[in-house]
């Protein structure tokens, strides 16, 4: 429970039951400096003196810190939500109070804690669902936590990429599929959190459509030869885990998207290039100037419809239509109807930041 406003008195046992007692009881002793991740020299809290003079009147409004860790280990994709690393046990590992070295563990009740989601190292999102995010905050918080979701430099969250779609390859499967759609970096669940990005949040990126096939027979008289060719496959979009290219179509990577396969050609019939993964992937070529599109910070680019060239018969005659490209994901998504405040200190946002819906 945060102490209480300027014009109260405050005593020494309620410093000591907000932070907990230090070794000497001492007031001294709560001029602290720790460092946890990429947070270095913290105080107890905001406006304690770390030196010099100390006085009862500098703990007026002070909260207990919670530093949720985000920045141990290697990189990762999808870990468990901030608010399960709140609730673990103290010898998890999950979570540090900041005290300067006595013991003092979280409260069960988040209420009055200055709870501080530390992230500062890479980590990814899943496929499949735009609304997934690479870290949510979770719910289940308190009324009356103060919660801070703190990016550092070295920290890194990125939406998954869409998978490209499957080629049109034969006569009953002519249409290239569908894109898949990039996820999303961050995912707040709990109104007035405050987001301080020193790092790098961004969307992952929509895989690109597949190219549709074609198929035709030449005209003359009596039965003519066929001709058939497949379309290329759509490049997987930008992410982590980046999406995957299919049927020709490249993966793509975290800093950009795969390119799309190209279409196949036989004679009359040409395949449509499959569409570049987003973002920026570039569309395949078509066997006939029927390339894919490119890809974009907004979706993968488009698969082509398979095309034919010459005069063709009506008999054996199927052309597929190309895919559409997924649709991206989102920098930040954020429970409908709730507030966020952000502030972008390195310009490393990438993508919307007001999109609702968190999975």
Not at 150 to 169: D, F, M, R, V
Request: charged share 15%; hydrophobic share 25%; glycine share 26%.
């Amino acid at each position: 429970m945060a102490l209480q406003a300027s014009g109260n008195p405050i005593s020494f046992s309620q410093i000591e039951t907000e932070f907990g007692q230090n070794t000497d009881r001492d007031l001294g002793e709560y001029r602290v400096s720790q460092t946890v991740g990429g947070l270095s020299n913290q105080p107890l809290d905001t406006g304690v003196p770390q030196s010099g003079a100390i006085k009862f009147s500098d703990f007026y409004t002070k909260r207990l810190n919670v530093i949720i860790d985000y920045h141990s280990g290697s990189t990762e994709n999808r870990p468990s939500v901030a608010k399960a690393r709140y609730d673990a046990g103290a010898d998890t590992g999950t979570h540090t109070v900041l005290t300067g070295g006595w013991a003092k563990t979280r409260p069960a009740n988040s209420s009055g804690t200055k709870t501080r989601i530390h992230i500062n190292k890479t980590i990814g999102s899943a496929t499949g669902n735009v609304n997934n995010c690479a870290v949510r905050t979770g719910t289940g918080w308190n009324s009356g936590t103060v919660l801070t979701i703190e990016i550092g430099s070295s920290g890194k969250l990125y939406g998954a990429g869409g998978n490209g779609g499957e080629a049109g390859t034969s006569s009953s499967d002519a249409n290239g599929e569908n894109g898949g759609v990039g996820s999303s970096g961050l995912g707040v669940q709990y109104s007035g959190t405050t987001v301080i990005n020193n790092g790098v949040i961004s969307a992952g990126y929509g895989g690109g459509g597949g190219g549709g096939y074609r198929k035709v027979e030449r005209e003359e008289t009596g039965p003519g030869e066929i001709f058939s060719a497949a379309g290329g496959g759509g490049g997987g979009g930008q992410g982590l885990p980046s999406g995957e290219g299919i049927d020709g179509g490249t993966d793509g990577s975290t800093s950009a998207g795969g390119n799309g396969g190209n279409g196949g050609e036989e004679s009359q019939a040409h395949g449509g290039g499959g569409g570049g993964g987003g973002s920026n992937g570039e569309g395949g070529e078509g066997g006939n100037s029927n390339d894919g599109t490119n890809g974009t910070s907004s979706a993968g680019g488009n698969g082509a419809d398979g095309t034919h060239t010459g005069s063709v018969e009506n008999e054996n005659n199927v052309t597929g239509e190309g895919g559409t490209g997924g649709a991206s994901g989102a920098a930040i998504r954020r429970t409908s109807g709730i507030t966020v405040n952000i502030t972008d200190a390195s310009s490393g946002i990438t993508g919307a930041t007001d999109a609702t819906g968190v999975a």
